[in-house]
């Protein structure tokens, strides 16, 4: 599951930066590829975030 995550979440910051800076749309289409991608790289950062592997009480951590 995680690999996957990881993968959607570096596509769509790939994706971002082509419509940002290569793609060449304006206006409405590049609101719509900006916020498509933005959508799924913070998705992807939430599913990582939430399938984190549990700290050891152990350790130190806070």
Not at 27 to 42: E, F
Request: aromatic fraction near 8%; charged fraction near 10%; proline fraction near 3%.
């Amino acid at each position: 599951m995680r690999p996957v995550l990881w993968l959607l979440l570096v596509a769509a910051l790939a994706v971002n930066v082509y419509v940002t800076s290569f793609s060449g749309y304006h206006g409405v289409d590049h609101l719509i590829g900006s916020a498509s991608s933005g959508v799924v790289a913070i998705g992807a950062g939430v599913g990582l975030w939430l399938t984190r592997p549990a700290r050891d009480a152990r350790s130190g951590g806070a």
